[in-house]
């Protein structure tokens, strides 16, 4: 109501701005004379020095040209009125690519495109940052020479050259005084920023922030050959980005090449500060009675495993016990906490922290299952569900009371354990039930150390093999046409859409010798939300696999919610497995990061920041990534790492909001008054 009557007031007094406006000065021509006088006063305010901001234009400026306001003319640097508008259009020089150009914040990266900034303060930056990719004719040319001429660089080249003439049967340095390349494979290397590039054992060094190229020939031309490339950033500098003949490559400190044509390799190492660093995550099983997963590994008794995790990443803990067993203690940082379904997720780490678990021999006493206990009626997909989950002693009535249904009673029935669930179908017969009751047991993976040979064969068809190994006792024989499927959610990861093989473990007697083999099925399955597979055939074996399919490369979808900033790369993006991508996100002028989810958590340390650059690491699963932006100027509070603008319902008691309004009324009053003031006199001196 209060807000509806301030709107109102506001009307009301435009219109009578505007009407006490027109009353005013609709004057004839003839009252205006001084014509010559208010002309000179005109020209005089034009032409009245006011404060100008200044556009500098820094980084590899011989990359790249810019045009500032339409003009035909490159510059590096232009001057105009602080809070004015300035627009400019880049093109990149040949044999330069971009790698980031941002003014102030905000990145541009579409050659040929205007772009257009309002002027904040008395000096704003256009940053620059490219790789060479033509070919090089002198050693390392120093991007600070701002002359841009090629002579003096030459000379220094030449004693460069000179110098380093103990390594010039390897990398065979060209002079400067030829025109031809010497024999040999060309590798190229451009480093950006402090850090050194090992071809071999050719040393190439850049100890300043701007760009370097050299040549390194490599002996006996077209013959493929090993070619070991490590990279090392100077104190305070790390690795940014690792291009290989042309395509992003992932980055690592050294890399095995097999080399039979030219190749380009450039390098940007950049601060430190530019990227959040990782953390150490160290997990230890303390004791025999289960394992511990997390990030795709396992941690047995008695052993320790240390795991590399981004600043504000996370990481899925899951703690399995061995049949037998129970979870006994679960510390993270020393401090004991709950665990969740048998899970625990580190969120938003920000240093290096510890979790030990251990175990010891459950007390709890299993009670017998009767038919009388469970809940026999269909869901509307037909399938009787009877939840066994901790209950390993089931009553012979229950498969007694199978056998007596039909179709009319439902489709399946669901025999659920905590690892693994049987459909059965109704009117089909289980036979094979020998006691009472049926001692069921399931165990996951307990069995490594029991069955290692099997992991082993697994592991020696791959070694990036992700496989669960389940063993069964006590299980009757299941009809034909019984359809299982598995828990995969032990892993401490997603693995939501991979395909799954099940395996099982057959004995055939032949000649009087028994062989064992692991038999595939003929049908796959698919990981879900929920970490099941989809229902696959089942064949009757108390060992079985289900084993996920190695994928060489994932997938990383990116995007920005609204307006106010990009994020670079953008949409899906494929990562090789285990490999890293860095995400750079850079707000708009006026704008900062609300925040940025990583598969659905916030990044706490983005929250108000203008650039912010998200890495991920040893990529093992799908993963996405999004951010969202706010107003700078607005008013917003910090919340579980996210920037949330405040609602303007709380502005009763001199909030910025109706600051504003009351500020834009008086400054309307007095219009109205001044304007009014003019009228009278106006008025006065025409009658009187």
Same mark, same amino acid.
């Given at each position: 109501m209060r807000k509806s009557k301030i709107i109102l007031a506001l009307l009301i007094t435009l219109c009578i701005v505007s009407v006490l406006s027109i009353a005013a000065f609709a004057e004839p021509e003839e009252t205006t004379e001084p014509t010559e006088s208010s002309g000179e006063t005109s020209e005089e305010t034009t032409e009245a020095p006011g404060k100008t901001c200044v556009i500098v234009v820094s980084g590899n400026k011989e990359a790249v040209k810019v045009y500032f306001n339409g003009s035909e003319t490159p510059a590096d640097r232009i001057e105009v009125p602080e809070g004015s508008t300035f627009s400019f259009r880049y093109e990149m020089n040949t044999d330069w690519e971009l790698v980031k150009l941002v003014v102030n914040g905000a990145r541009c990266n579409k050659p040929g495109d205007t772009y257009e900034f309002e002027t904040v303060g008395d000096r704003m930056a256009l940053e620059v940052t490219a790789t060479y990719t033509g070919e090089v004719t002198s050693e390392p040319t120093e991007s600070s020479d701002e002359s841009g001429e090629t002579s003096g660089t030459s000379d220094d080249s030449s004693d460069t050259s000179d110098d380093s003439s103990d390594t010039s049967d390897v990398s065979g340095e060209t002079s400067d005084d030829s025109s031809e390349e010497p024999e040999g494979i060309p590798f190229r290397v451009t480093i950006t920023g +402090? =850090?050194?590039?090992?071809?071999?054992?050719?040393?190439?060094? /850049?100890?300043?922030?701007?760009?370097?190229?050299? /040549?390194?020939?490599? +002996?006996?031309? =077209?013959?493929? *050959?090993?070619?070991?490339?490590?990279?090392?950033?100077a104190y305070g500098y790390r690795i940014s980005s690792i291009v290989l003949d042309g395509k992003d490559h992932s980055l690592v400190n050294q890399m095995v090449l097999n080399v039979d044509a030219e190749t380009t390799v450039s390098v940007v190492?950049? +601060?430190?500060?530019?990227?959040? =660093? /990782?953390?150490?995550? *160290?997990?230890?099983?303390t004791n025999f009675g289960g394992y511990v997963s997390a990030g795709g590994f396992e941690i047995t008794q008695g052993s320790s495993k240390t795991i590399s995790v981004g600043a504000g990443g996370s990481l899925t803990i899951s703690v399995i016990p061995s049949e037998g067993y129970e979870i006994?203690?679960?510390?993270?940082?020393g401090q004991v906490r709950n665990l969740n379904n048998r899970t625990y997720v580190i969120s938003n780490i920000a240093a290096d922290t510890t979790v030990t678990v251990s175990f010891k021999q459950s007390t709890v006493v299993s009670t017998t299952v009767e038919a009388s206990d469970l809940n026999w009626t269909a869901d509307a997909d037909g399938v009787i569900t009877l939840s066994l989950e901790g209950k390993t002693s089931i009553g012979k009535s229950v498969f007694d009371k199978i056998n007596t249904l039909s179709q009319a009673n439902g489709q399946y029935v669901l025999l659920k354990t905590d690892y693994i669930a049987w459909y059965i179908p109704c009117g089909a017969q289980v036979s094979g039930v020998a006691s009472d009751p049926v001692k069921l047991t399931v165990a996951m993976n307990a069995n490594s150390s029991q069955y290692s040979n099997i992991s082993g064969a697994f592991l020696a068809q791959s070694a990036d093999a992700i496989f669960n190994l389940y063993e069964v006792n =006590?299980?009757?024989?299941?009809?034909?046409g019984t359809l299982v499927s598995y828990n995969m959610l032990d892993k401490g990861i997603s693995y939501k859409g991979n395909t799954v093989i099940q395996y099982s473990k057959q004995t055939t007697v032949k000649d009087g010798q028994s062989k064992t083999s692991l038999v595939p099925s003929a049908q796959t399955g698919k990981v879900g939300e929920d970490g099941w597979t989809s229902r696959m055939p089942f064949a009757n074996s108390n060992i079985l696999i289900a084993c996920i399919q190695p994928a060489s490369s994932y997938t990383i979808r990116a995007s920005v919610q609204g307006v106010g900033g990009?994020?670079? +790369?953008?949409?899906? /993006?494929t990562v090789n497995k285990d490999g890293e991508m860095a995400f750079h996100i850079s707000a708009d002028t006026g704008y900062i990061i609300s925040a940025v989810y990583v598969d659905g958590t916030p990044v706490a340390s983005a929250a108000t920041q203008t650039l912010f650059t998200y890495t991920f690491t040893g990529v093992t699963a799908d993963h996405s990534i999004s951010v969202s932006f706010i107003p700078a100027a607005s008013d917003y509070t910090v919340s579980d790492g996210v920037a949330v603008l405040n609602s303007e319902s709380d502005d009763e008691n001199g909030s910025p909001a109706n600051v504003g309004l009351i500020v834009s009324l008086i400054v309307i009053a007095i219009a109205v008054i001044g304007a009014t003031a003019l009228f009278i006199v106006k008025y006065r001196k025409e009658r009187f």
């Open positions: +402090p =850090g050194t590039v090992t071809v071999d054992d050719t040393v190439i060094a /850049n100890g300043s922030s701007g760009s370097m190229k050299q /040549n390194v020939y490599l +002996p006996d031309p =077209g013959v493929s *050959r090993q070619v070991t490339v490590k990279l090392a950033a190492f950049a +601060p430190e500060q530019e990227s959040p =660093g /990782n953390y150490n995550v *160290r997990i230890s099983c006994d203690s679960f510390t993270v940082g =006590g299980l009757p024989t299941l009809p034909d990009i994020i670079s +790369p953008s949409g899906e /993006n």
